[in-house]
């Protein structure tokens, strides 16, 4: 009790508390929003607008008190039960310490480091050259004239502003997107994977999450036993978590073998899925390759493990392949889930449906504030297609600079264009400090007694297992919170570093884990990677003495 | 038959009978079947097919920039310094633009728009969106925490539905739309699986809304379910009517005494063109009602930049401002927003140049002012000739146009024309359209796409077509339809 009570005071946790419960959660913001809108607002309405007041019969609102119509007995109960940890209240938190940062507070640090979400050029990674010159261009076509742009970048913009309405990105596209830039990626895939593509079945989408999000739309439905469930891998992506809440499906988790480095068990996903048949119907399967927040990239007998599975199985397959240029483990090395059915010959190629999604976001180019992305979906019925379409359609295109941005990443320079060297330079640069990052981290948390990291083999994260003491999770159980929240929350009031806890992800009962980027640059990244080291160290002290 | 020719050996996953029921029910009649076959047409016409027509005009769609207006030389500008900051030093860029893309880059992580930004949209840019309310508003406060960025005014009008739908059987959640709608309303409507409640706008009176209507369509739709939001479209989409102050007043009063939660589209606030017509926002009519109204409505109102002078579509632009709503909700409001991570950077920026323009004294004020009033003086030249020709067929009766970017003229449909449309199952309206296009290349969207009052029946066309080219198209349909009137007579 003392415990408890000691920690009570401690503002982070009053304020993590908050977190918990909606109520003083939103107490805690209305504090500010009184300042600045309450008052004001009334003193304006009666002052200024007396004589309308006026023109109002008292009797008209029936004198009683008008209840909101929507609260949160009336909101949607599946937005309720949607969760989104990366943006979650650690994130809140840290937002909340860095403004008291720039208002003069003290802290025991000078800046909130944040390795919450893989945002590389909020980390201070640089836009690759070339592709902000082609947007620029599309942007604002008066610098076709200018000199200081090369003629390929020239050539792509021209190109690009052929596909859109009156050579203007302020046009609506078509909804599957730009014909050209889809045609572009069909013959990206084509190349990547030796494997033909059809550009019809590319529909460019608003970043890698709105893709996955419509896919998952068009495969829900049922009641009961018979309603649609997803399966998705533990720890996972909370995108997925997040829409199948939404959406009301069923969500079917199969566990990553973190003995194995994370490795997908093919007999893990038959054991999810015949549990999964007593309450709903499993008729999706969701693979994150190379895996996030889990890092392992998978090797071809794995994957094909899988789309046997899921033949066998008569599921849908959606491939997350967002990272794919994010392989930095010299024994590893990328395959798409289409180039590998197609290599399991036709039975499965004609057959499997398989959507797979890539965006702007990662890889080499970072560009996530662009919202670009695609998807390419084989083996979808025909009529299917069409509903898809007809959805997209509703929400008119995908925003044209996002789909630009992908054009310039699926037909990048080549050899003999003017901004080759400069753009491979810049590709290598960023892929190649990425790899060294990951060793870094891998490295330094495996130093750390009470930390174990799996080997980073690609994607932008690491997620490592921590050990938390029983005393620390009895405090953080009676708190009422995960205790890889308390955990986190404690780094960040303490040491400034904001990551996310494995809880918000999944894991395995009794496991703790945290998600961090290693996009921070090489030089920060080893001060955070310290600062996790000393907490870490301190945390289990404290928390040992108590035994 | 699957794609590469081979019978698939295992049956489908995901077929029109397992998908999602809701999905199917989804119906947008503006990139509809008309529009797939316009495209189709486009397509023969490149490879040589005789038409007899040379060109598809496309009216169906409020796409500005598509039918050749020109976009706003500052707004291009300062997205090209965001876009490329190395042009920051390029002395051909005026220093208002500079100043802008200075702002707008410091606020973004890494100075870059490539960051993504906060769930919510980018302070300064919320900040810019709340100052620009409070003055068009004539000062009354707006305040930054209400203010969400959009992908469009669309998603931000499917997220605000989604927060409200609920329910099962009878106290499923009503969404109280106007016939004719934006068949967004619909479309979404149907997708969350919420009840569609329409009432129906008086076409004798310049498409305005009637109260008495509004009640009647709101005790008829108590019997099967819980009505719970009223959306309004001011200026009207697909109508073009512009709501007078004292209509606004008249449906507050109503969401009043009913408890309904208010959505008001305002995506066409600047245009307004008919005399003695002038936009109302609802925020600052519920405001100046008092504090009775103004501390209790909950009010969300949209705005975008696809519309208005600026018609950038492509750029996904958009915010609403949310009144009065529950603490608590709206922190599932934001967690809601968060898992899409943010609306596209490039559309934020867009949209604070829009709420941020150029003011007397900068070096780009006086063609960024030119540039404005040439384009809405332009539509409103549009409006009154589109309006004019129709009127002066028989068989078509146009409303005025007094705002936004559509006419939507009644048209009187030959009995014969209607049994035809009718053994083919299809809308008489729709078959008329078809028609029009396969014969005259013009792409007009039937009226039974935004719903309408049974046994009437109309179209919808935008009024975005270059001058010229909208005198070609209005004298071709008029042709047209005096044609079809004897045809089927």
């Not at chain 1, 009794?510 to 961090?516: A, K, V």
């Not at chain 2, 009640?215 to 939001?229: I, K």
Request: glycine share 8%; with cysteine.
């Amino acid at each position: 009790m003392y415990r408890l009570q000691l920690l009570a005071a401690r503002s982070l946790i009053a304020g993590a508390l908050d977190q918990f419960t909606p109520l003083t959660l939103t107490s805690s913001l209305t504090g500010v929003r009184h300042k600045s809108q309450g008052p004001s607002v009334e003193k304006y309405g009666q002052m200024r607008f007396s004589t309308a007041e006026a023109k109002v019969s008292a009797g008209r609102l029936d004198g009683k008190m008008r209840e909101k119509s929507l609260t949160m007995d009336t909101l949607n109960p599946q937005v309720k039960a949607v969760e989104y940890a990366v943006r979650g209240p650690i994130v809140i938190k840290a937002v909340e310490i860095e403004r008291c940062l720039e208002e003069g507070g003290t802290k025991p640090f000078s800046e909130v480091i944040k390795a919450n979400i893989g945002d590389a050029h909020a980390m201070g990674q640089q836009p690759i050259t070339f592709l902000r010159q082609v947007v620029a261009l599309c942007t604002f076509p008066e610098l076709m004239n200018s000199p200081s742009f090369p003629e390929d970048a020239k050539w792509r913009a021209r190109r690009i502003l052929q596909g859109c309405g009156g050579y203007s990105l302020g046009s609506y596209s078509a909804s599957q997107g730009i014909e050209y830039i889809r045609k572009d990626i069909a013959a990206f895939i084509e190349q990547r994977d030796g494997v033909p593509s059809n550009w019809e079945n590319i529909y460019l989408t608003t970043g890698a999450s709105d893709g996955i999000m419509t896919i998952l739309r068009l495969l829900v439905s049922g009641k009961d036993s018979s309603r649609t469930g997803v399966m998705i891998p533990i720890p996972q992506y909370p995108l997925y978590s997040a829409a199948i809440s939404e959406m009301d499906a069923v969500q079917v988790n199969y566990y990553l073998d973190e003995d194995n480095c994370w490795a997908l068990d093919i007999n893990e996903l038959y054991r999810a899925y015949q549990a999964a048949k007593q309450h709903c119907q499993p008729r999706v399967i969701c693979i994150i390759n190379p895996g996030n927040p889990t890092g392992q990239v998978q090797s071809k007998k794995c994957i094909e493990e899988v789309l046997h599975f899921a033949y066998e199985e008569n599921l849908f397959v959606m491939s997350d392949e967002v990272y794919q240029d994010n392989v930095y483990a010299p024994d590893c090395q990328f395959h798409s889930f289409k180039k590998v059915l197609y290599e399991m010959g036709p039975e499965y190629f004609n057959s499997v449906e398989l959507a797979s999604f890539h965006s702007t976001s990662k890889g080499y180019t970072g560009e996530c504030g662009f919202r670009g992305g695609y998807m390419e979906v084989i083996n979808m019925d025909p009529e299917v297609k069409v509903q898809l379409v007809k959805l997209l359609s509703v929400r008119l295109c995908p925003p044209l600079a996002g789909q630009a941005a992908m054009d310039v990443i699926v037909n990048p320079p080549q050899p003999d264009e003017p901004s080759f060297k400069q753009f491979h330079q810049e590709k290598s640069s960023v892929l190649g400090a990425l790899a060294e990052k990951a060793k870094l981290t891998e490295q330094i948390l495996n130093a750390v007694p009470g930390i174990k990291c799996n080997p980073v083999q690609g994607a932008m994260y690491a997620f490592p297992r921590i050990f938390i003491p029983p005393k620390a999770v009895e405090e953080a159980k009676a708190l009422g919170m995960q205790p890889d929240m308390l955990y986190c929350l404690r780094l960040l009031e303490e040491k400034g570093i904001c990551v996310v806890p494995g809880s918000g992800f999944g894991q395995k009962d009794g496991t703790y884990h945290f998600r961090m980027t290693i996009l921070p640059s090489t030089e920060k990244l080893k001060v955070l990677l310290g600062k996790v080291r000393d907490f870490h160290i301190s945390f289990l002290k404290e928390y040992s003495a108590l035994e | 038959m699957s794609e590469n020719g081979a019978l698939p050996h295992r049956g489908r996953v995901l077929t029109v009978d397992t998908m999602n029921p809701n999905v199917k029910k989804v119906d947008y009649a503006v990139r509809g079947p008309i529009v797939q076959r316009a495209l189709q047409i486009e397509k023969e016409l490149k490879e040589g097919v005789k038409k007899p027509f040379e060109e598809v005009i496309k009216a169906n769609i409020g796409d500005a920039h598509a039918m050749g207006q020109r976009p706003i030389t500052f707004f291009r500008q300062v997205m090209a310094l965001c876009s490329y900051p190395q042009l920051l030093d390029d002395n051909k860029f005026p220093e208002d633009a500079k100043n802008r893309a200075r702002r707008i880059l410091q606020s973004c992580g890494g100075n870059s728009i490539g960051a993504y930004t906060t769930s919510q949209g980018i302070d300064c840019v919320r900040h810019d969106v709340a100052k620009y309310i409070q003055r068009r508003d004539g000062g009354i406060p707006s305040d930054p925490d209400n203010i969400y960025l959009t992908t469009g005014a669309s998603d931000g009008i499917v997220t605000i539905l989604k927060l409200l739908t609920t329910g099962e059987g009878r106290t499923r959640t009503g969404v109280m739309i106007s016939i004719p709608q934006y068949p967004l309303y619909s479309a979404s409507i149907a997708e969350l699986g919420a009840v569609q409640v329409n009432y129906y706008l008086n076409e004798e009176k310049c498409w305005s809304l009637d109260i008495s209507e509004l009640q009647r369509s709101l005790q008829a739709a108590r019997e099967h379910c819980n009505p719970r939001v009223l959306c309004i479209i001011n200026p009207g989409n697909p109508t073009g009517q512009v709501q007078s102050r004292q209509c606004i007043e008249d449906v507050i009063r109503f969401a009043a005494k009913e408890n309904l939660f208010l959505m008001a589209d305002e995506v066409y606030q600047d245009n307004v063109y008919a005399e003695g017509c002038e936009f109302h926002s609802f925020k600052k009519v519920l405001f100046e009602m008092g504090p009775e109204y103004s501390r209790k409505i909950e009010l969300v109102s949209f705005h975008s930049t696809s519309k208005c002078y600026m018609g950038e579509c492509g750029f996904r632009g958009g915010y609403m401002e949310v009144i009065n709503m529950d603490q608590e909700v709206k922190a599932q409001l934001s967690k809601l927003v968060s898992v899409r991570l943010c609306p596209p950077v490039p559309g934020q920026a867009l949209m604070d140049l829009v709420v941020n323009c150029p003011q007397p004294g900068e070096p780009s004020y006086q063609t960024f002012m030119k540039e404005r009033t040439a384009v809405l003086s332009a539509l409103a030249e549009k409006a009154k000739l589109t309006e004019e020709i129709l009127n002066t067929v028989p068989g078509i009766s146009c409303n005025p146009v007094q705002g936004a970017m559509y006419s939507f003229p009644r048209i009187t449909l030959p009995q014969r024309a209607i049994n035809e449309a009718k053994a083919k199952g299809q809308a008489p309206d729709m078959f008329y359209c078809m028609k029009l296009l396969e014969d005259t290349g013009i792409c007009l969207v039937p009226g039974s796409g935004f719903g309408q009052r049974d046994g009437t029946y109309h179209f919808r066309m935008t009024i975005l077509p270059p001058t010229d080219k909208l005198k070609i198209m209005l004298h071709k349909l008029k042709e047209f339809h005096q044609t079809f009137t004897q045809q089927f007579a």
